[in-house]
Structures are given as structure tokens and as C-alpha cells.
């Protein structure tokens, strides 16, 4: 049974405010998310979105014994305790309208004289909206000023609209994002940023080695993983670096640099290179063991008889360890051991042999821990013969596990100095 890790949302009070936009719908399913995260969360409606959904909606979706507020006049004082309770503050769908009588400061219903008083706090606490209109109304220089101050100027995270066709009849950028992204846009506000300011270097994904034009060697590795791992560090504050194979999968939001790689020998001077500047080398890649002693450049005849001969890729973890040898400090290194039955002998053997601080085995041949998985489950060595087992989880939260197990480890070995 797949467990979880506990939400970054988990027990914190959320402000949700809902707007006119036909999008209003979807602040059902994302009260509901934010809830399924146990989060308290407590809705705020403007005039305009009771053309839209009713409050009872909300209120069942939010799961809380108050029901959406959406006067001035229904509870005193109410816009100045929300926002003095709240730990962080959605708008979604965010009209122009009301995004606009933010950045300006107009205070006339409960959402905006809520975002005032919230926008005002000392310390500051995170806002998110999520942008739901026509694309001309999108792209007006007035509104495109006024948006800007509010990141700029307010420090509110924007969930950019999505393109696609809208309700007016009209295609383009206007359609709010989806409530997953949004979801994911609340638990980086939250987290805690305990890598702010660290670079860290992170690999994922396999790699082709060509054996001619349309054939190569590879393995089934997808990368999610190693993606999983650079948007974690990038959420705790992390300048994250991911140097990938080949892969389907879009490359992670909020991340410094991304260096797309095909072979094991362009991953392993990607690597050589940016480890240059890094605090944190995480190998999550599954780079191809073998490559072809001859390519061919032209398509081999599926009739000619061939002898296809293999030699070693460059072992780049080994490079990696050899560092310290050639008086230059490496960052600490994460190494990988993916295997086919309960070999945890052989990560602990690849840890020595390779002078990893850490390592994360798997048994792939589990259910729900192979490759191309959205879950793993995982046993994190360290150097000091210290173990860790992480039940089968979503991988958001393996890297999670996995980046906490480093900061245990930090003041254990010098090479991790905050």
C-alpha cells in the first residue's frame, strides 16, 4: 500500500478566494485537493463567482464548518483575522478585474480587503494566483502592468494560464492552470527552504549510445525520479542544475539549468562541468553500461549478418570520486543502485567502491518501484553503514526523503557545508 510523507500544507490555514470567471468550477477540485493535503482551508467568494458556483459547493469541497464568506457586512473584522491567520493566500480563477484592484490596492469586498490587510503582514507570507481570462484581456498592457507589480512588487507567485480554447468561443493563453499545478504551487510556498542558496547538481534519465542511425542501446530508465528530485531541491530553495538523457518528460519548473545530454560520454563531460560550482551531486541518471566499438552511419540491412561488439561507457560516479585524488573537492555525491532482487550488498559495495557519501537502492522487479513508475520504494546507505527504508511512496516524496536523509548527513562529512 502506497503511503505518504507529510504534506508541506499539512495543519497550515489557506486562503482561497474564487472570482467570476467560468473557471470557478474548478475551485472545487482544488478546495478538495488542498484538503486531501490537510490543509484548513477557508474559502473567500467575490460577488461575481456566485454567478458561477453557489457557496454550497465550496463549503462541502473545503470540508470546513464555515461557510464561504463573500460580504464585507457577514462576520466583523473578518478581512483583518483571515489574513492575520492565514499562512498563505490562493486566488484562483483570478480575474483581470480583481487581480487589477489588487496591484492597485482597492479594498471594496471581502477578497480584496482581505488580500490588503494579508499583502500587509510582518513577516510577509506567500500569495498565489492563477490567472482565468480572454487572451486580449491577458495580454493589455494595463492589466500586463498591473500583474507585474503584484510579483514584483508583492512578491505573489503567478500560475501562468494555460492555452487552449475558451468559453468566449476565442483560443489562446487565458485558461487557468491546472489545479494540479496549483496544488504543487502551495506545497513549494510552504516548504521549508532548509537548500536556499545551495547548487545542486542532479542527473536523470538513460542514455542512447548509437549503434546507426535509428538503432542504440539504452534502458528503460524514464527520468521521473531524477526530475522528482531536482523540483524538490528547487522547491526548498535550491539552484538546481539537471543534466538528463533522452526522455518525454517536460523538465521541472523553477529549476536554474537544464542540459539535455544522449550518450554516456556527453553526460559524463556535463557532469565534469558543472560539478565545477556544485554543493550537492545527485546521480539518479541510468546511463547505458555499454556502447558499440563501431557505429555505423548509415542503417544496417536487417538481412546482413552482424557481430554487434561492446566496450564500457566512462564511469561517471568513478570520475566523480577520483577528484578528491587530483587535489580538486567534490560535492557530496548521491549515488544510485538499481537491481533486480533484494541486492542491498551491492549498493553498499558500489558505495565503498566508488566513495559515495550516500546511496539509494531499489529493487526494480518490485510492484510499483520499476522503472517508468510515478511511485518507488527505496533504501537509503550512508557512508557511516547507516540505513534508512522508505515505503512505496509517490516519487514527489521519495526525493523529499532523500533530501532530508542529506541533510542529516551534513554535518557528518565535510564535503556538505552549508
Not at 107 to 136: E, R, S, W
Not at 139 to 147: D, M, S
Not at 186 to 198: C, H, M, P, Y
Not at 358 to 387: L, Q
Amino acid at each position: 500500500m502506497k503511503k505518504r510523507s507529510p504534506s508541506p500544507l499539512k495543519n497550515k490555514n489557506l486562503l482561497l478566494g474564487v472570482t467570476g470567471s467560468v473557471a470557478a468550477y474548478k475551485a472545487v477540485e482544488l478546495a478538495r485537493r488542498l484538503r486531501d493535503e490537510e490543509a484548513d482551508v477557508r474559502v473567500i467568494m467575490t460577488s461575481a463567482s456566485l454567478n458561477f458556483i453557489t457557496p454550497l459547493s465550496l463549503h462541502l469541497a473545503s470540508r470546513q464548518k464555515q461557510k464561504p464568506i463573500s460580504s464585507l457586512w457577514e462576520e466583523p473584522l473578518a478581512h483583518v483575522n483571515l489574513a492575520s491567520d492565514a499562512d498563505l493566500f490562493i486566488v484562483a480563477p483570478a480575474t483581470a478585474n480583481t487581480l487589477s484592484r489588487m496591484a492597485l490596492g482597492i479594498a471594496d469586498d471581502m477578497l480584496t480587503a482581505c488580500f490588503m490587510a494579508f499583502a500587509g503582514k510582518t513577516p510577509p507570507a506567500p500569495a498565489i494566483v492563477a490567472p482565468a481570462m480572454n487572451p486580449a484581456m491577458y495580454g493589455n498592457p494595463a492589466f500586463r502592468r498591473n500583474l507585474e507589480f503584484l510579483k514584483t512588487g508583492l512578491g505573489v507567485v503567478e500560475i501562468p494560464p494555460e492555452e487552449g480554447a475558451l468559453a468566449c468561443g476565442t483560443a489562446g493563453t487565458g485558461r487557468m492552470a491546472a489545479v494540479e499545478k496549483i496544488v504543487d504551487a502551495a506545497r513549494n510556498a510552504l516548504v521549508e527552504k532548509d537548500f536556499q542558496g545551495l547548487r545542486v547538481l542532479v542527473t536523470a534519465g538513460p542514455t542512447r549510445e548509437p549503434i546507426d542511425p535509428v538503432r542504440f542501446i539504452s534502458n528503460r530508465s524514464s527520468g521521473r525520479m531524477g526530475f522528482a528530485l531536482a523540483k524538490a531541491a528547487a522547491s526548498r530553495g535550491a539552484d538546481v542544475v539537471l543534466v538528463s538523457g533522452p526522455g518525454t518528460i517536460s523538465p521541472p519548473e523553477g529549476i536554474g539549468k537544464f542540459i539535455r545530454v544522449e550518450t554516456t560520454a556527453q553526460m559524463e563531460k556535463a557532469v565534469l562541468e558543472e560539478i565545477k560550482h556544485a554543493r550537492l551531486l545527485i546521480m539518479a541518471a541510468a546511463p547505458a553500461d555499454f556502447t558499440p566499438e563501431e557505429t555505423f552511419s548509415k542503417k544496417i540491412i536487417k538481412s546482413s549478418r552482424y557481430n554487434l561488439k561492446l566496450k564500457e561507457t566512462p564511469d561517471i560516479l568513478l570520475g566523480v570520486s577520483r577528484l578528491e585524488n587530483k587535489n580538486k573537492k567534490r560535492p557530496f555525491t548521491v549515488g544510485f543502485s538499481a537491481e533486480t532482487g533484494p541486492e542491498v550488498g551491492r549498493a553498499r559495495e558500489k558505495l565503498r567502491k566508488k566513495g559515495l557519501d550516500m546511496i539509494v537502492f531499489n529493487d526494480v522487479t518490485k510492484p510499483g518501484a520499476g522503472f517508468d513508475c510515478e511511485t518507488n520504494e527505496v533504501t537509503i546507505i550512508t557512508r557511516g553503514k547507516g540505513r534508512v527504508d522508505i515505503p512505496l511512496m509517490d516519487k514527489r516524496d521519495i526525493a523529499h526523503a532523500i533530501l532530508d536523509s542529506v541533510l542529516a548527513q551534513k554535518n557528518l562529512s565535510q564535503n556538505l557545508d552549508f
